[in-house]
């Protein structure tokens, strides 16, 4: 039986062939996404930044501390690395002490800013900006102005906290607390200035709105609905606060610490103003090696580690909180 055929109708449009079934010479060409640089124009300035004022020194920091020489006669590159052993093995309790007063100062700021940033997220209206306001306040005064005022407040002399406990009955208190101090080897005549405990005190005030100010970043964005939830389901505040708010505000946390951490491990102003010769820090010892030593070498070499120890302990604390959302 033959097939019926069926012809198109005249006049009827061919169908259209796909376009990899042409010849390669009848293809339409693809035209090439158009390149846009304004994504390159807007990072260029932070680009910029970082080379002048991040990779640039650092490249010179480390180029200084290998070379030989004096400041009359003009430094030489020798590639001198053993400067760092050196640095490393006469500096080495400045630097643990350095780490070791940033870590405590870190973790005090951490059990204070806390309940404050949380206090301040869970305000509104005028309120919570007035708080917010107070809490940068500080940066409206010089960070030495802010230091020399703790030598006011803790001195044994006529001090604000003197005052304040002679005024309440409690001046015992203040005398006991130097007592402790001496006992314990932190302070050579009982005075509670010029001491470890004034050096990590100066270093958390200082520092405190670092911690604060991202905590409550992530505190601010904490949906209430989910804490209803967790009510909801029988959780009680504190499982409440282990399980659903720690959580979600660690990026704050890990913010805060590293704001925190990082700078006042570099420290020197409280170091010099609430310390003494037994809690020098290793960013004293390199303003010393700078402007006092003139030996640059030195000084660069030291600048050098502690950044390469700053650098890994960010990227180990990192990796350890589980969370890489730097808020």
Excluded at 78 to 87: D, M
Excluded at 219 to 224: A, C, E, I, N, V
Excluded at 239 to 249: D, G
Aim: hydrophobic letters at 50%.
């Amino acid at each position: 039986m033959a097939e019926a055929t069926v012809d198109a109708p005249s006049g009827a449009a061919e169908p259209v062939r796909p376009a990899t079934s042409l010849p390669v010479h009848q293809r339409p060409r693809r035209r090439r996404p158009r390149r846009s640089w304004v994504p390159y124009l807007l990072l260029a300035p932070g680009l910029l930044w970082l080379i002048v004022f991040y990779i640039a020194p650092m490249v010179t920091t480390a180029s200084l501390s290998m070379q030989e020489g004096n400041v009359d006669d003009g430094y030489t590159f020798t590639g001198n690395v053993a400067i760092f052993a050196h640095a490393l093995s006469t500096y080495w309790p400045q630097l643990l002490r350095s780490l070791f007063y940033a870590g405590i100062a870190t973790l005090l700021a951490l059990v204070l800013g806390y309940p404050l940033a949380y206090f301040i997220a869970s305000r509104r209206g005028r309120m919570k900006n007035i708080l917010l306001v107070l809490v940068i306040a500080p940066f409206f005064t010089s960070f030495l102005i802010r230091t020399m005022a703790w030598q006011t407040f803790l001195s044994s002399e006529g001090g604000t906290l003197t005052t304040i406990l002679n005024w309440l009955h409690l001046g015992f208190l203040f005398d006991w607390f130097g007592n402790v101090l001496q006992w314990i080897g932190a302070s050579p005549n009982g005075e509670i200035l010029y001491s470890p405990w004034a050096v990590v005190w100066g270093l958390t005030y200082n520092f405190l709105p670092f911690m604060i100010l991202p905590l409550y970043t992530s505190l601010d964005r904490l949906d209430g609905r989910l804490l209803e939830a967790a009510g909801d389901l029988y959780a009680t505040p504190r499982e409440t606060f282990r399980h659903v708010t720690w959580p979600l505000s660690l990026p704050g946390v890990v913010s805060g610490t590293l704001l925190t951490f990082i700078p006042a491990s570099g420290d020197f102003i409280n170091s010099r103003l609430l310390g003494n010769t037994n809690t020098v820090m290793i960013g004293q010892v390199i303003d010393s090696q700078f402007l006092r030593v003139l030996d640059y070498p030195l000084a660069s070499a030291l600048s050098f580690i502690l950044l390469i120890i700053i650098l890994a302990l960010v990227m180990i604390y990192v990796r350890r909180a589980g969370t890489e959302e730097l808020v």
